[in-house]
């Protein structure tokens, strides 16, 4: 179960009209998701699997000696209550009662189920238990369905030949080895698809937004920095802190989160949010995930991490123990996060070996989790490029799995049929997940392999770059734009295997090739750029090994010193280009001149890219165009026209522009006479006003026809006039006004996605509703006016508010939702008006 925070709407934009395209064709197209899918299904298809290890293990050890027929998947290990002399077997005994214990021989293994005869005479554990071809729903053990091999001969071999935790331990070094350069791309790649996401369904504004991605940049801006999470002073493996400096607000980022990045207005409004939040059962159990076991167990002086999200719950402990520290976290965050996940399990496996059952049955389950955050991307893109729903385990699938397997109702029923201990069983039940996700991945891999052969096989506008044209290419590079991205990259001829490839600067002559079809980065090692002395055309080189040797695999995560360079991300901001010193020294105007220079001046143009949506990030700008729009209107003959007794007036608006713009600049109109107009036969519109409606329905019916509308709750505090509008004959309810400020804009709800649909749809299948609610914190309205608002629009909702943060508490705390450093409270903002 993933942490659920109460959602903290900080953020009040998507993206500005005209600009969605370009963001959601920007790197997370249907052939970059199926390339993030088919990688992460390799990469859990690799986790190494502790029943598999240790049955390998075991069945080398019987060989050894003399027990080459023994399958130790399929053979028993059962413990009774007692026991008849029998001359007849090979041990001696004889049981025709129904076992207490069974476990297969790999199982008695693992769980180490020996020990209990650890201060018994010799022969107790022959007599009490055996080795059978049968389970534990055979009639009778006896010479019939027993193994020729004493319980206490198998005790010897795992005692003195096996060292199980030592065997898993190098069959994860190894794993880490071959996939830890995936690994962080894959937790770079789920970062930047969680921030685009949030930022498109309007959970991070355009400064948030920009906050987040600065992570994804080669060389992380100084003023942004980056902190472990900590309870107590300890850090957590993978939550982050997020702040630039200067600024009191910043971004939560909680991998496997149903909201990875919470925004906060400052520190102590995000321990109050998450103090609070650590009242509920469930989200301290999936906090405590995020941190190592030896962590989590309390020592002999000093308390863990367990005890202290009980004294949360139980108000011992007060929140002045979050955030304790504030651990920077230096160079690739992505990396670090790597390297931190790689210790904790090395961690893990020895609190296992040296602490109680419970610990090795959470052991299994931390190696699970290490892979399980990256779930909820996957569960997005699933259906979005065509893999089936029932292939086999989603996120919450896995996830009820995974609590069944340690402490779910089906428990009691599993221990019925295999007779063992409940803590033993929460064992193996941990233990078979690892299996479980394998074969998930498999069938994942599967539908991966089908969706791309269905896309190599649809005529779609912008497919990939064309693969004949790579073969065009040469030496010097040739700007080109991927057609599925946008992005512009270079295109080269690779020194040493002749081929044409597509390029993406890395810095310091760093290149990561990029997929012709997805325009997603690939796994394949850095290409370096250098400089044939003698004709001066540049090389790309494939197996150039890095600046001062060394493996690429191992040192971008093993080398926390190397931080000269970073896989780059799979959102390329202008920042991450090669930096421009001047003509002598950019690494491209040395490599030739003439024609060759207007290349590199081209690229240069490229480097010098802005972000287009900057505006929205200048508040007081945004609040100027209000301030102009309200002194354009004092000369319209209309604004005399406006009716008293609808000022006050509680009004909907539905628009396809965000809330982080609207909520500074509010409504204005389009400069133009005020005139009433005939669309159709039955259509009657007005223009050159800003057009509401006194019924919801119309308002979420236009932002359901736009695609991804929002509708804006408003109170008409400057009044408007009551005008008669018709849609297809039927009345639009319409006040019109020629300004709104955005005081009086009390809160948003949207995106609202469902096509076909309308808002009686919305109220009868909840299954279609979208939206998320974001109040806009310079809000006037008092709070009756805000909930009789809300009462009317909850039904949009895709998901009801948490009951441990009501509407009302929301809205009175607004205020904690400023985010720009040049807003005011919504007190002083009142005093001003």
Known sequence: MALALPHVSLATNTLPNGNEASIQQAPFDKAWQLHFTQDYAELIQAIPDPVGVASRELKAALVKHGYPNIDPDKVFYHRFNGAMSSPRTYNGWAHDETPVESYTLTQAVMLNVFNQFRDTPPNTIDVETGVYTQGAAAKQYDEHNEVRLLSSELWNIAYYNLDIQKSYSQALN???????????????DSYAFSAHQQYRLGLLDQAQYQLATSLLRHQRPQDIHVYRFDIYGYDSTDILLIEQEGHNAGLLYIPGAPQPFLPYSDER????????SLKNTSNR?????????????????YSGIDTALKGFASGTWDESYLMLKHH????????????????RLESDGDTQIKSNSEAQRDYFLSLTYSVMTLFPVVDLIAPEVGI??????????????????????TLAERLEGTRMSAINGAILGATTLVPALAQYGRSLSESVNVANHALENTIVVNRGFPAEELHNFVAMPRIVTHPQTGEELIGVKLTQSGRGALLRPDGWGYYREVDAASGRVLNSKPIRRALDMETGEPQWLENAGLQGGGDDLESEVDSATNSHRSDLPDILLPEDLPKRPGLGGSGYADMAGGRDLEAARDFWELEQQVDPQAYLTDVKALHRVNQQAQQEILNIPFLRSYQPELKGSLVFRGDTRLPDELFHSGFNRRVGPVEYIRLAEHTRAIRGVIS??????????????????????????????????????????????LNIPPEDIIFAVGPLTGEDIGYFDLVHEPNQR????????????????????????????????????SFEERYANRADL????????????????
């Open 770 to 805: 979208t939206a998320e609610l974001l109040i806009n914190p310079h809000a006037t309205a008092t709070p009756e006016v805000a909930k009789q608002a809300f009462e009317r629009l909850k039904v949009t909702l895709k998901y009801d508010l948490s009951p441990e943060m």
């Open 388 to 409: 089936p729903l029932s292939i086999g385990l989603s996120s919450t699938q896995f996830g009820l799995s995974l609590d069944k397997a340690v402490h779910g109702d």
């Open 285 to 301: 159990q999936a906090l405590a995930k995020h941190f190592s076991l030896a962590l989590r167990q309390d020592g002999v002086t």
């Open 174 to 188: 190894q794993f880490w080895t071959q996939y830890s350069k995936r690994y962080t791309q894959l937790l770079r």
């Open 818 to 833: 400023l985010w720009h450093e040049d807003e005011v409270p919504v007190t002083d903002a009142v005093t001003q008006h």
């Open 269 to 276: 409004q995000l321990k109050k949010i998450l103090f609070k």
């Open 692 to 737: 509401t409606s006194t019924e919801q329905s119309v308002a979420v019916n236009y932002a359901l026809g736009h695609q991804r509308g929002y509708v804006y709750a408003v109170e008409l505090n400057q009044g408007g006039v009551a005008v008669d509008t018709s849609l297809r004959g039927k009345t639009l309810h319409e006040i019109a006004t």
């Open 328 to 343: 920077a976290v230096y160079g690739d965050v992505f990396a670090r996060i790597t390297e931190q996940v790689k210790s």
